[in-house]
C-alpha cells in the first residue's frame, strides 16, 4: 500500500463482497474516503466504510455518485462465479456496467477500475501458454455462459479511448482462494471428492483473495492507463491443488461427467465449464508488475493450506 499517496475520495459498487470488504478496509485504513454500493448489507463497516444497501442501477445509486463526487471508483459489482446463470446476472453485468461508467463520466471521476475475470481468455486446446492483455476473448465461443462477463470487459475496456479524460483501469484476475471460501475454484474444491477429466491435469493460477484485494489497493493508489493480467504465485497442477487442500481427486471419463456432476457430493458444472477442468488459463502478469510494483505475499503452500484448515472436507 503506497502511504504517500493522497487521500481521495473512493466510491466501490459491490463492497459488501469478500474481496470489496478487503478493498475497502485496506483504502479507508490508509486514510481514504470510501463509500460503497451493494445490494447486500454490510452489517459493522469499520470506521472511514459507509455503505448504502441499493442496486447499482437504480437512480439511489446515481445519487450517491451526485452527492459523494468520487475521484476514484473500484468497480467489483459483477457476478463471475460460472455456475450463476441467471437474467438478473446479465442485467447486473451488461446494464450495471454500463451505469458505472456513465455515472463516471457524469459526475467527473477522474479514475476508475474495473475488476473482471481471466475466464475473459477462455480454456482450449490450442491456447496460447501465457496469455497477454491484447489478445482477443475466447470464452464466448468457448463458453457462451460468459457472454456477458466477456462484454462488460469489453465495454470497460472500450473507455479507454471513448473516455480519455478518464483513467481507466482494466484488471482481469485469475483465479482466488482464501478464508471466505467463495469464488470459482473456492466452491469447485468445496466438497471432499473433486472430479478431474481422465486423462487431463491443467495448471491453475490462482491468488489469495487479500493479495487480490492490495492488487486492487494498488491499481487505485497507482493510477495507469491500460489492461493489466493480475496474479500471484506460480501456476500449479488441478490434482496438487486438490490434494494440497485434502481432498481426494476423482477422474472421471469424460461422458461420465453428464451423469455424475451435481450428484453423490460433486460440484455442478455447465457443459462450458468442462473446458475449464481440461485446459489452462495461464496470464502473464508482468505488465501490471511493473507498472503498480505488485508482488503477492501469500505463496500457493500457505494458500492451499489455510484453505484445508478453514474449510476441512467433509
Not at 471460501?181 to 491453475?204: N, Y
Not at 489469495?208 to 487505485?220: G, S
Request: glycine letters at 8%; hydrophobic letters at 40%.
Amino acid at each position: 500500500m503506497n502511504h504517500a499517496a493522497s487521500t481521495m475520495r473512493v466510491l466501490i459498487p459491490g463492497i459488501s463482497g469478500a474481496v470489496g470488504r478487503g478493498v475497502a478496509t485496506r483504502l479507508a485504513a490508509s486514510g481514504h474516503q470510501i463509500v460503497g454500493i451493494d445490494r447486500r448489507a454490510w452489517a459493522y463497516p469499520p470506521a472511514g466504510v459507509e455503505v448504502h444497501q441499493v442496486d447499482i442501477r437504480k437512480r439511489a445509486a446515481e445519487d450517491i455518485f451526485r452527492k459523494f463526487r468520487p475521484d476514484a471508483v473500484v468497480h467489483l459489482a459483477t457476478v463471475t462465479h460460472l455456475m450463476e446463470r441467471s437474467e438478473d446476472r446479465y442485467r447486473i453485468n451488461l446494464e450495471g456496467t454500463r451505469a458505472v461508467f456513465h455515472h463516471c463520466t457524469t459526475y467527473g471521476v477522474k479514475h476508475i477500475v474495473f475488476v473482471g475475470r481471466h475466464t475473459y481468455y477462455g480454456a482450449a486446446a490450442d491456447a496460447p501458454l501465457y496469455h497477454k492483455e491484447e489478445e482477443p476473448p475466447m470464452a464466448i465461443e468457448k463458453f457462451p455462459e460468459l457472454a456477458d462477463l466477456v462484454a462488460a470487459d469489453l465495454y470497460a475496456g472500450s473507455a479507454l479511448w471513448r473516455y480519455p479524460e478518464m483513467t481507466t483501469t482494466v484488471l482481469r484476475i485469475c483465479y482466488t482462494l482464501g478464508p471466505s471460501g467463495q469464488g470459482t475454484l473456492g466452491r469447485f474444491l468445496r466438497g471432499s471428492r473433486v472430479p478431474l477429466v481422465l486423462g487431463f491435469d491443467p495448471l491453475f493460477q490462482f491468488m489469495h483473495e487479500e493479495d487480490e484485494a492490495r492488487a486492487i489497493c494498488a491499481a487505485v493508489e497507482t493510477p495507469v492507463r491500460g489492461v493489466f493480467n493480475v496474479a500471484g504465485p506460480a501456476p500449479v497442477p488441478l490434482s496438487v491443488i486438490i490434494r494440497q487442500t485434502g481432498r481426494v481427486a476423482i477422474p472421471l471419463p469424460e461422458i461420465a461427467w453428464r451423469l455424475m456432476l451435481g450428484r453423490f457430493g460433486f460440484p455442478s458444472l455447465s457443459r462450458g465449464a468442462l473446458d475449464h477442468i481440461k485446459y489452462p488459463i495461464i496470464m502473464d502478469n508482468s505488465a501490471f508488475r511493473t507498472a503498480c510494483g505488485f508482488v503477492h505475499e501469500h505463496d500457493d503452500a500457505r494458500i492451499l493450506h489455510e484453505y484445508r484448515d478453514t474449510f476441512p472436507p467433509r
